[in-house]
């Protein structure tokens, strides 16, 4: 498939290319995008990104490499808006976001650069559609926040299982309760990741905090029942953490539930919007909730799980311990070695009630058929959080159908992109199925 002309010096540029996640990146640019593409790693240090283009060119050498491109500090508002006026996609994995991304995400509004992150930042999410939404706007960026493991999984699964209830009754069916499961989880978060959760009290305000994570605070328009999730939950779970799902079994809190539950209550409102804007209707509805849960081993585990999340805000909410905490655990730029990494799983479930909007007759006959889904890789999380950065780009790069249904630019979810993205990282390993089934 050709890749679309756009008159740039580069068609994507990885910043933060010497990172953990930033190397994963290049690796599958390297190894799996077109060898047409024109591309460039950038960050601070020559040393650095050298040493990356040297290992891209052991694994695979047939390949011309990639441009270096030095932005010698993550402020230099002059040198970040330069790059990104001769750069198509800008990829970064620049973090904590919240101290060290606005630069990047301002310079690529400017300049209808579109961008990607993998923040888990929903506060520095919250700050940018804010002050940059119509900016992208005007000139065209088309940007995708969070579109690493937090919180693409969660959102595109979530995504999936709608189009299967519009498959089996119908495409004006809408979309009711929708709970998801990380059913397995076995990885060590790297040190970037423990950066963003060790600072984000220090960069943003509790009020700041509170204001991000109301449900559907990312939405562009509101939910008619922005409780209704909390409404569906029973006092057994908030106090213990633990809830039963049919088909999905027991769950206990996520860690990442709040996360991945803002983006996705933005892919409602965004789809909301295309829907009335008369392009193609997958929208979820006016009755639709979103849930996640994470599978213990038992009840009592699943307890211990609840109770040690609460333990971890304690200490996240508390200078001196976060001060003690950050001594024992990885630092940015480091995580597992590779051979440990390469032990990662990662798997989620979900389940979606169709929303028949009171047809008695349908909730009759249809009433207890749920659509179910999963998605699922084998491998290191960080490499699978660089496959979703370089596929997503692909995507934008390559699919002329994705182009269509986005229209101009904004601020975008990684639902957004459709089938064509969930396909490529299909093929990248990287799997998704649905299917109905009954309670």
């Known amino acids: 498939m050709p890749l679309k002309q756009h008159g740039r010096d580069y068609d994507i540029v990885v910043y933060g290319a010497s990172g953990y996640t930033g190397k994963y990146t290049a690796q599958h640019i390297a190894t799996h995008l077109p060898t047409t593409l024109k591309w460039a790693v950038a960050g601070r240090s020559r040393s650095k990104l050298e040493a990356v283009v040297s290992r891209l060119q052991q694994l695979n050498p047939d390949r011309l ?65 804010t002050k940059y939404s119509s900016l992208a706007a005007r000139s065209g960026a088309k940007m995708f926040p969070q579109i690493g493991i937090e919180s693409a999984p969660s959102d595109l699964l979530t995504w999936s299982l709608s189009q299967q209830l519009k498959r089996e009754f119908g495409p004006q069916t809408k979309t009711g309760e929708v709970t998801l499961s990380i059913h397995t989880l076995r990885s060590a978060p790297s040190g970037g990741t423990l950066a963003t959760v060790f600072t984000i009290l220090e960069t943003f305000s509790l009020k700041q905090l509170r204001e991000a994570y109301k449900p559907y605070a990312l939405s562009p328009v509101p939910h008619p029942n922005p409780d209704l999730a909390e409404r569906r939950t029973t006092w057994i779970t908030k106090v213990t953490g633990l809830a039963t799902t049919p088909i999905l079994g027991l769950g206990t809190s996520s860690v990442a539930a709040k996360t991945d539950a803002a983006i996705v209550q933005r892919t409602w409102g965004l789809l909301s919007q295309a829907s009335n804007k008369g392009k193609e209707d997958e929208s979820y509805g006016p009755r639709f909730s ?118 101009g630019g904004g601020i975008y979810t990684p639902a957004c992109l459709g089938q064509p993205f969930i396909d490529r990282l299909d093929r990248a390993g990287f799997h998704f199925e649905t299917k109905i089934m009954e309670e």
């Open 65 to 129: 490499p990639p441009s270096i491109e030095i932005i010698s500090s993550t402020t230099d508002h002059t040198a970040l808006e330069s790059l990104c006026r001769r750069t198509f996609i800008l990829l970064t994995t620049v973090g904590p976001y919240g101290s060290l991304g606005e630069p990047a995400f301002a310079a690529c509004a400017a300049t209808g650069t579109h961008y990607f992150d993998v923040t888990g930042e929903v506060p520095f999410v919250h700050k940018m559609i």
């Open 290 to 407: 979103f849930k996640q849960y994470m599978k213990p081993r038992n009840w009592l585990s699943g307890v211990a799980i609840h109770l040690g999340l609460m333990v971890l805000g304690l200490v996240m909410a508390t200078p001196f311990l976060r001060g003690i905490a950050k001594k024992f655990v990885y630092q940015p730029g480091e995580g597992a070695e590779e051979e440990v990494a390469k032990r990662d799983e990662l798997e989620y479930w979900g389940v979606a009630k169709p929303d028949f909007g009171g047809d008695e007759i349908k909730e009759g006959e249809e009433g207890k058929k749920r659509a179910f889904g999963r998605c699922w890789f084998r491998g290191p999380v960080y490499y699978y959080t660089g496959v979703l950065l370089a596929e997503a780009a692909a995507t934008l790069l390559e699919e002329e159908s994705v182009d269509e249904q986005l229209g």
